[in-house]
């Protein structure tokens, strides 16, 4: 219990540090790398929050390649050594960002979350019926010969279970998406011309 | 287990810095990397909201988990493409502050 909430308090002091540093540092490239960290923090709270398949996806694409992407970008354009001043909007920029804040924490606070999801508990007999092609429960693939271990693992696949069967179609138009921005950025890249 | 209401404020904490960064900064590069925090903020609460309210209501098991996944994935389009801009932008303009680039402005 107390080892959750020094995790929890650990990693939100990593993420918010590295946050604010990223916003407040003078140096782009350390702000790239601060950034990272902060990417690192994020999935350590994907963790805690029992989305392990997410973690990876965080650290593998965040970490790994956006990042990666940033640092390539920040020396590309060679902005290292002027730095990164703020503009001169930074008053009215903390003003709104503080007002932003304070009304997602008022609703947050105040918001009773489980009533609120409950509300739709109306429609649930809807809902049982639209994911009625759902991976069956436990009770029923034990039923069908299969041992505990196998059992578990069938349960954690509801992520790709829903991806390829109820989000198919949102999952095919962003890998159209993709590919409309890697050819894109590479026409952009590349320029007119040769 | 840790409240629901601690994953949210984070998230609320890290939007907040996100936009203030994304409004304030001088460089492209930067406005990027702010708006890559505020995704990861929105990120943090749709996730927590599919782990912690999973089976209440309307929120089915792993619902936030796929919309995180399609955030993941059109914010690292994203990146591609502002990084092709901002390379444009530097080879025709010799600068990535946006408050050099007002060919807009009249």
Redesign the interface.
């Known amino acids: 219990m107390w080892f959750e909430q020094i995790v929890f308090w650990a990693l939100a002091a990593v993420a918010i540090g590295g946050a604010l540093g990223v916003v407040l540092v003078r140096d782009l490239f350390r702000a790239a790398l601060l950034l990272a960290t902060v990417f690192v923090a994020v999935g350590g709270f994907y963790v805690m929050m029992n989305a392990e398949f997410l973690a990876v996806v965080q650290i593998l694409i965040y970490v790994g390649a956006i990042a990666v992407l940033f640092i390539f970008g920040i020396m590309l354009t060679r902005d290292v050594q002027r730095g990164n001043a703020p503009n001169r909007l930074q008053i009215p920029a903390g003003v709104i960002s503080a007002l932003l804040l304070a009304a997602m924490v008022f609703t947050a606070v105040t918001t009773d979350w489980t009533t609120l999801a409950g509300a739709g508990r109306e429609n649930q007999a809807q809902i049982a019926q639209t994911q009625a092609v759902g991976i069956p429960d436990a009770t029923e693939l034990t039923r069908a010969g299969l041992s505990a271990e196998e059992v578990e693992s069938v349960a954690g696949s509801g992520l790709a279970d829903l991806l390829i069967g109820d989000f198919v179609l949102p999952f095919e138009a962003v890998s159209l998406l993709l590919l409309a921005a890697a050819i894109g950025g590479l026409a952009l890249a590349r320029g007119r011309g040769r | 287990?840790?409240p629901?209401?601690?994953?949210?404020?984070?998230g609320?904490?890290?939007?907040?810095?996100?936009?203030?960064?994304a409004?304030?900064?001088?460089?492209a590069?930067?406005i990027?990397?702010?708006i890559?925090?505020m995704l990861?903020a929105v990120?943090?609460n749709l996730?927590?909201?599919?782990?912690?309210?999973n089976g209440?209501?309307?929120?089915?098991?792993?619902?936030g988990?796929?919309i995180?996944?399609?955030v993941?994935?059109?914010?690292?389009?994203?990146?591609?493409?502002a990084?092709?801009?901002?390379?444009?932008m530097?080879?025709n303009r010799g600068t990535?502050?946006?408050?050099e680039i007002n060919i807009l402005k009249w």
């Open positions: 287990m840790v629901l209401l601690y994953f949210q404020l984070l609320a904490a890290l939007f907040g810095i996100g936009l203030y960064g409004l304030a900064r001088r460089s590069v930067l990027i990397l702010s890559e925090l990861n990120n943090i996730i927590a909201a599919a782990s912690y309210l209440i209501g309307r929120f089915a098991a792993f619902d988990q796929i995180a996944i399609f993941i994935t059109v914010a690292a389009a994203e990146v591609g493409l990084f092709a801009i901002i390379l444009r530097y080879r990535i502050n946006v408050d």
